[in-house]
């Protein structure tokens, strides 16, 4: 097998080429051809070595696909160790992304170029990890201790500009890479500039206190998570101890991140995102439709958000509304948006500016007569929105996608309102859809190839993971919160306070608490859905009683200043209401319910086991392509904590029998109307597989 790895001399320079694609990463064989390298360069005539990679990256660090299995020498550390110890000059030219491992090669490097594209980063926390290959004790010596803190706790790469500033790289170049670093080695050669060791350098002290401060701000933010406050222990290591002992603690930390349930999540969670934007039965060169100018129907909520989107991504984007009026007030939305996104430092006026003209308004259909795709986003009414779509199917020129926002009607039975069902879709997009980052792809039974090939293209056009969900009641997300959403207010009503309930939910790593997400989503929004199913599919009517007569009350949440919880109008903190309560023991009497006390671990089983029992039904059914999928959903749409790695890995960690044990004891305390154990999950249990191993079985 040929190396990954060549090794040419070009004049006096020794040119040490990784191509590895697809992003470089330091598999065993490219580790052994730098070695190889470098020990091949200590012999011959070169004067100094250029590490530079071919294709689309610098090296973007280390095979992520070799974790868990047995390390093969040479390893990392050592391979950087040998780097940096080389007699001969060492330079590192770096472009596209450098990261984790790659950008701890070019730290062991004795100096560093890049183009001004090139982004630099160590997002090791974001596996669960910290940069094992001597980043947390070369990056604090070259930047100081409190960039490298930020850099590394982040996990952001920054681009060459700002990692120049930072003095993380030496000289940015123009031109092509190979030439102008070649260039620039022949200079250093004949300056003879002095060759600087990382590791030879001294650490700039940080004022007393100020790692301890670091540490609880850090703990506030990255709440249940180990890596970061490992990473600074690291930090502290660089500050206090020689540069051997730090590379020692380094490794002792990094090997107890590695063997964490929590980076064995975080790193289920990097593939799980990729995997899910390959759709099953897809082939890879289904043709795509082009994609300028996209129409969105109803300028609310969500239709002002889902426009901004296309904007953003440098399309056009027309907004249809009933009036003049719901338009100005979709583009208040629009502009209060765009000035957060200034404000929030997440992009300048000008670029505000720009985006905010590609957004234009309507009120006619025939503006639709030239988009490439029309998202209706409309109120949840599938009367409604077959009126919209047989509108849309007479204006829209043949090859339009017609796409709807709906969260629970049936996209078959919108579909059906066209001439045109196989160019029909659902993107499901989440609030506020300009900034959480899901989309559920709903196909539909006649929905095109090349229209569900088109849409996950450009959902990454515009920044979003798209998740491909069969068309049921609620679709992927939605389906499995109702059952948690019945099992957070069942609690509630047998005895739990909701911030009882929420806080055992946040203090285990969900973003925000259930109840506590009604309120921030409308209390009305679920009484509407409620209202508009037949009886019998509305669920346990014990479960809605509070909430129902909330909205009844006139308190839909934090809209209102009122929900679940009272909040202060001006910072929206929640606080418990009395009120409430007294309304909670009322419906609860009323039910003949005795409350009792709930520990939260009961609360927390009741309401994750509610969430995997029917995450198993979807995948039973087909809805959703793979365990993973379901995972990407609960953790880019629904806050679920990343660290645990989606409610199907979750369920896989804590083992399949354990759930179907609680499930079990929960039918028998409550009842098999929510409690009856998913058959797939019974199946898996007897025959002792995860459902990792059965999504692979299946060709996942
Ligand atoms: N190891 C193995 N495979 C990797 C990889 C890695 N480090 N990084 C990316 N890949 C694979 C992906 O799984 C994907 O495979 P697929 O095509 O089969 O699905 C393929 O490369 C392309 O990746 P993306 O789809 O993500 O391509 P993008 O162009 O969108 O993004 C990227 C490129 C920014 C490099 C992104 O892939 C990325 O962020 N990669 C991870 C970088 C990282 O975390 N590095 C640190 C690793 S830990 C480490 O270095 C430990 C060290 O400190 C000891
Ligand atoms: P909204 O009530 O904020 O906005 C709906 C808009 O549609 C209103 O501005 C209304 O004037 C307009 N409209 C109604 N009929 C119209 C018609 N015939 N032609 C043009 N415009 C019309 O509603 P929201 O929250 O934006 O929801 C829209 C859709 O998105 C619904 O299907 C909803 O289920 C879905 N959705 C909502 C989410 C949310 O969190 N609010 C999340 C994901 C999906």
């Not at 969900?469 to 509630?492: K, P, T, W």
């Amino acid at each position: 097998m040929t190396s990954p790895v060549s090794y040419e001399l070009v004049d006096e320079i020794g040119v040490i080429t990784v191509d590895n694609p697809p992003v470089n990463a330091l598999s065993h064989a490219v580790r052994q051809g730098i070695h190889d390298a470098i020990a091949a360069a200590q012999e011959d005539a070169s004067k100094a070595v250029l590490i530079v990679c071919e294709g689309r990256t610098f090296i973007a660090g280390a095979d992520i696909t070799e974790f868990g299995k047995p390390p093969k020498e040479p390893h990392l550390p050592d391979l950087c160790n040998t780097i940096e110890a080389s007699s001969k000059r060492v330079v590192a030219a770096l472009h596209g992304t450098a990261l984790g491992g790659g950008l701890e090669v070019a730290l062991s490097c004795h100096d560093r170029c890049a183009v001004p594209g090139a982004k630099l980063g160590l997002p090791e926390v974001k596996l669960g990890l910290l940069p094992g290959a001597g980043g947390t004790q070369r990056l604090p010596r070259l930047i100081g201790a409190s960039a490298a803190l930020d850099l590394m706790t982040s996990g952001n790469p920054v681009d060459a500009g700002q990692a120049a500033k930072l003095g993380l790289v030496d000289h940015v170049v123009d031109g092509e890479l190979r030439d102008a670093a070649l260039a620039w080695c022949r200079e250093l050669i004949a300056k003879d500039a002095e060759r600087r060791r990382t590791s030879e350098l001294t650490v700039e002290d940080v004022p007393a206190g100020a790692l301890e401060e670091y540490r609880k701000a850090l703990a506030r933010r990255t709440r249940g998570q180990i890596a970061p406050q490992k990473i600074v222990d690291c930090v502290e290591a660089a500050l206090t101890r020689p540069f051997a002992e730090g590379l020692q603690i380094e490794r002792e930390k990094f090997l107890e991140c590695m063997q964490s349930p929590q980076s064995a999540a975080l790193r289920h969670m990097f593939f799980a995102e990729r995997e899910a934007a390959k759709v099953r039965g897809l082939a890879s060169d289904t043709p795509l439709r082009e994609m300028n100018k996209v129409g969105v129907i109803g300028a609310g909520t969500m239709g002002s958000g889902i426009a901004m989107n296309f904007a953003n991504a440098g399309m056009q984007a027309v907004l249809l509304e009933v009036d003049d009026e719901a338009l100005g007030r979709g583009f208040g939305i629009i502009d209060r948006n765009y000035q957060g996104g200034v404000k929030r430092g997440k992009m300048s006026e000008e670029q505000a500016l720009a985006c905010r003209g590609r957004i234009s308004g309507t009120t006619d259909y025939e503006s639709f007569s030239d988009v490439d795709l029309v998202i209706e986003a409309v109120f949840e009414n599938l009367e409604l929105k077959q009126e919209v779509f047989a509108k849309l199917d007479a204006v829209c020129r043949q090859g339009t996608i017609l796409a709807t926002n709906t969260s629970y009607q049936d996209v078959d039975r919108i579909a059906a309102a066209t001439k045109r069902p196989q160019d029909v879709i659902g993107l499901h997009f989440f609030s506020p859809a300009h900034i959480m980052k899901l989309l559920e792809v709903v196909r539909a039974e006649k929905t095109a190839d090349d229209v569900l090939a088109t849409c996950m293209a450009l959902a990454k056009k515009i920044r979003k993971t798209p998740v491909v969900s069969g068309v049921c009641y609620g679709f992927i997300g939605n389906r499995m919160l109702g059952h948690y959403a019945r099992e957070a207010q069942l609690c509630v009503i047998e005895g739990a306070t909701p911030e009882q309930v929420d806080t055992a939910l946040e203090e285990w790593g969900m973003a925000m608490g259930p109840l506590a997400v009604f309120d921030l989503a409308g209390l009305d929004v679920g009484y509407k859905a409620r209202q508009g199913l037949p009886e019998a599919e509305r669920g346990d009517p014990r479960a809605f009683r509070v909430a129902d007569a909330l909205v009844e009350m006139g308190r839909l949440g934090q809209k209102t200043g009122a929900g679940f919880y009272r909040y202060d109008p001006k910072i929206r903190q929640r606080s418990s209401d009395p009120e409430v309560q007294t309304l909670i023991e009322r419906e609860a009497a009323l039910l003949g319910v005795e409350q009792r006390e709930i520990d939260s671990e009961e609360i927390v089983d009741r309401l994750m086991f509610a969430l995997v029992n029917e995450g198993i039904n979807i995948l039973d059914e087909g809805i959703a392509q793979r365990p993973g999928d379901i995972d990407v959903v609960y953790v880019y749409g629904y806050g679920f904590p990343a660290w645990r790695g989606g409610p199907m890995h979750y369920a896989d960690a804590v083992g399949l029998a354990h759930v179907l044990q609680r499930i079990r004891e929960f039918e028998q305390r409550f009842g098999p109307e929510n409690w009856t154990p998913a058959p797939l999950l019974e199946k898996l249990v007897e025959s002792g597989i995860t459902l990792a191993e059965w999504a692979k079985s299946k060709g996942n």
